[in-house]
């Protein structure tokens, strides 16, 4: 009688995870694919919530870590990365990542990495040297690493130049420090603040959002099935409210999706037209204003193009390079370049100039990014009214801002710095998105 083959074992806890980790990484990093849509990619997904929790950590890390990773590794070879199997690189920066940074045991860190270089027909041959890597770095790698500047080393120069420039060095060391950090969540509310803050765990800021440490998915908070929030960063739920009270007013919100601040206007009373390019963000802030039980009317155009109105008011939010919000996105830093943003530039002055053809006499317009550059804020509407004899600079007060003077510049417009409201004793309760605003007024 035949014997019957053994089964195969089972994986070791962990393998799975952390093969998912791998491939993210390798998406946003070798194909310059957004982080955002790899989380949502099929892979995660067939995890358990646990699961899927630590595949965000460990990516999240390397991301913002990733100049200090490749220097700690790289000092450990004695040749370069192999070219010909790049998930090496990739397993090790998970890896060093997991040793230096969270709370894995060293050893499962090493060895699930090198189960994971064995699986794969590339990076098997290098899996002594991943090994021989790897438990070299957890013997000797923190105390490298606290000798390390690792603000520039996970800072790309072109980035940390340019901030030290415009803000100044102290600034833009605070700035790339506050991009370590993991953020908390920001909430904007219908109603009620401090009984949201209550239910949640959280708290209310000064402006209204309130801000809380989630742990688990966020349609599972309280308060969500039933539209009673959503999430929007509280210097993004700044714009909007500049525009004042819009109560029966015609609005439109021009490059609308995801749709936070289209939420923010149709609460707020207004008559929103929501246009954006993109049918599947459309969708979405078709889902999000259901679930909101608010209203608006969407269309899917060109916003530099479209023919509408007039308004009474108009907010544009412009597509930016959205270096304001690396604490959120790490993978920002390794996406974008310098050359992104004469494209970006170009695409956000004819939003400008269409917007304001679109506003009846008198009609305000906001303006605003994500970005911490100059060439896609404030230099944006200074030639919007050097070429614009029919509009003015309508200047932001501190009132408008709960009091926060230190978010305006010299001219009135709204700066918010990631570095902002570092005060908390709690570095992830710290901070805000890097955001810019202006207020514009027809004659």
Known sequence: MPIAPRPDKPPPQGLAARRVAVDIVSAVLRQKRALDEQLEAGGLHTLPERDRALVRNIVATVLRRLGTLRHLLNTRLEKRMPQTAPMVEDIMLIGAAQILFLDVPDHASVDLSVRLAQADPLASHYSGLINGVLRKL?????????????????????????????????????????HTQEPALDLTVKSDPKGWADKLKGRVLDTGSVRLVASGPIPQLPGYDEGAWWVQDAAAALPAKLLGDLRGKSVADLCAAPGGKTAQLAHAGAQVTAVDR???????????????????????????????????????????????????????????????????????????????????????????????????????????????????????????????GELLTPDGELRTLPC????????????????????IVTK
């Not at 790309?156 to 790339?176: F, N, S």
């Not at 409201?421 to 202006?438: T, V």
Request: some cysteine; aromatic content about 6%; hydrophobic content about 45%.
């Open 138 to 178: 957890a013997r000797e790698g923190k105390a490298q690493l606290a000798g390390l500047d690792t603000v520039w080393l996970d800072t790309p120069d072109w980035l940390m130049q340019r901030w030290a420039a415009h803000y100044g060095a102290a600034a833009a060391r605070a700035i790339a420090i506050a």
């Open 278 to 404: 993109s049918a599947p963000r459309l969708e979405r802030v078709r889902q999000n204003l259901a679930r909101l039980q608010l209203t608006a009317e969407i269309i899917k155009a060109d916003a530099a193009e479209w023919q509408g109105g007039p308004f009474d008011a108009i907010l544009v939010d412009a597509p930016c390079s959205s270096t304001g919000t690396i604490r959120r996105h790490p993978d920002i830093p390794w996406l974008k370049s310098e050359i992104d943003l004469k494209k970006l530039t170009a695409l956000q002055a004819r939003l400008l100039d269409r917007a304001v053809n679109l506003l009846k006499p008198g009609g305000s317009l906001v303006y605003c990014t994500c970005s911490l550059e100059a060439e896609e804020g404030e230099a944006q509407i200074a030639a919007l009214l050097g070429r614009n004899p029919d509009v003015s600079r309508s200047p932001i007060r501190a009132d408008e801002l709960a009091g926060h």
């Open 420 to 439: 902002h409201w570092s005060y908390d004793e709690e570095p992830r309760m710290a901070g805000l998105d890097g955001f810019y605003a202006a207020r």
